[in-house]
């Protein structure tokens, strides 16, 4: 039987650039340009209800047109929107240039900075048995705090527990000794090398996974096209290749091998198995424009 998950973390508006040209710096670039749900988190929590889990999103969006469209959006997927509605703040938002196998992102945090302790005990409150948190809530105050009491409170709740780091840049200037102690005694880390390097120096990927296991039961290094490595805090290491994919927009690939991963090993199955699962979502995600799963018809 799944276990059902709670995901704490950002819910956006995308605005998805995709080009083929190089950019032209002071100029126009032709471009294919969707508006579209993201937030990785809701990415995750919306991919992980399209593998067949339970799952509920906990966040924040602004009392605006944006706000009511992306949860609308979330809940089409099969999502149990917990999310609160800040007044005179608006829906976070993403501007994401992507082109072949890169993205980059100017991103405005907006209400999803304002993500409270009272939010998490709403979502805490469903019963769940595994929170996932994104790594963009620690990014700043007073979000951190929610999300560090997140930790905590689905520690003592008897709940096994998930972190998806983000940011390489900004962890960098945060500082890695701080970041680490914020995510200390999670169940399982997840970092791409970019994120992992930052945290715990330069080192091959079995190398970074093996260093960011001290710091919790199991840490993931999504590889991208070289695959992914799982590391358990007892030793063991478990490596699989890539799943074949066709790329079309990256943005969002690693919230959905995430989600793959997590549906996997809270179903009970073995690194390899959850490593696996992640890499064949995240597959499928690059295959999409955007960072979601195309809603179930209805």
Same mark, same amino acid.
């Given at each position: 039987?799944?276990?059902?998950?709670?995901?704490?973390? @950002?819910?956006?508006?995308?605005?998805?650039?995709?080009?083929?040209?190089?950019?032209?710096?002071?100029?126009?670039?032709?471009?294919?340009?969707?508006?579209?749900?993201?937030?990785?988190?809701?990415?995750?929590?919306? %991919?992980?209800?399209?593998?067949?889990?339970?799952?509920?999103? +906990?966040?924040?969006?602004?009392?605006?047109?944006?706000?009511?469209?992306?949860?609308?959006?979330?809940?089409?997927?099969?999502?149990?929107?917990?999310?609160?509605?800040?007044?005179?703040?608006?829906?976070?938002?993403?501007?994401?240039?992507?082109?072949?196998? @890169?993205?980059?992102?100017?991103?405005?945090?907006?209400?999803?900075?304002?993500?409270?302790?009272?939010?998490? @005990?709403?979502? *805490?409150?469903?019963?769940?048995?595994? =929170?996932?948190?994104?790594?963009?809530?620690?990014? /700043?105050?007073?979000?951190?705090? $929610?999300?560090?009491?997140?930790?905590?409170?689905?520690?003592?709740?008897?709940?096994?527990?998930?972190?998806?780091?983000?940011?390489?840049?900004?962890?960098?200037?945060?500082?890695?000794?701080?970041?680490?102690? %914020? +995510?200390?005694?999670?169940?399982?880390? *997840?970092?791409? +090398?970019?994120?992992?390097?930052?945290? +715990?120096?330069?080192?091959?990927?079995?190398?970074?996974?093996?260093?960011?296991?001290? %710091?919790?039961?199991?840490?993931?290094?999504?590889?991208?096209?070289?695959?992914?490595? %799982?590391?358990?805090?007892?030793? /063991?290491?478990?490596?699989?290749?890539?799943?074949?994919?066709?790329?079309? #927009?990256?943005?969002?690939?690693? #919230?959905?091998?995430?989600?793959?991963?997590?549906?996997?090993?809270?179903?009970?199955?073995?690194? /390899?198995?959850?490593?696996?699962?992640?890499?064949?979502?995240?597959?499928?995600?690059?295959? =999409?424009?955007?960072?979601?799963? $195309?809603?179930?018809?209805?």
């Amino acid at each position: 039987m799944t276990t059902a998950a709670v995901v704490v973390g @950002d819910l956006a508006t995308d605005v998805v650039a995709r080009y083929e040209l190089p950019l032209a710096a002071g100029s126009d670039t032709p471009a294919h340009v969707r508006i579209l749900g993201g937030g990785s988190g809701a990415n995750t929590a919306a %991919w992980l209800a399209a593998s067949g889990v339970p799952t509920t999103f +906990v966040g924040v969006v602004g009392a605006d047109e944006a706000g009511s469209t992306r949860v609308a959006e979330l809940a089409a997927t099969g999502v149990r929107a917990s999310v609160r509605r800040a007044a005179d703040t608006a829906t976070g938002s993403v501007v994401v240039l992507s082109r072949g196998g @890169d993205r980059t992102m100017l991103s405005e945090r907006g209400a999803n900075r304002l993500l409270s302790p009272a939010d998490v @005990d709403a979502g *805490l409150a469903t019963g769940a048995g595994h =929170l996932h948190l994104s790594g963009y809530t620690l990014l /700043e105050p007073p979000a951190r705090d $929610a999300g560090r009491y997140a930790l905590a409170a689905a520690a003592r709740a008897g709940l096994t527990t998930s972190v998806d780091l983000a940011a390489a840049a900004i962890m960098r200037r945060l500082g890695a000794g701080s970041f680490l102690d %914020w +995510v200390r005694g999670a169940d399982l880390l *997840l970092a791409n +090398v970019d994120e992992a390097s930052a945290l +715990v120096g330069d080192g091959t990927p079995v190398e970074l996974a093996v260093r960011l296991a001290g %710091w919790a039961g199991h840490a993931v290094v999504k590889c991208g096209a070289a695959g992914a490595v %799982w590391a358990s805090a007892g030793g /063991e290491i478990t490596e699989v290749a890539a799943a074949p994919a066709s790329v079309v #927009d990256p943005t969002g690939a690693g #919230d959905a091998f995430a989600a793959g991963l997590l549906s996997a090993w809270l179903s009970g199955g073995s690194p /390899e198995e959850a490593l696996r699962a992640g890499t064949r979502t995240g597959a499928a995600a690059v295959g =999409l424009v955007g960072g979601r799963p $195309a809603p179930p018809r209805r």
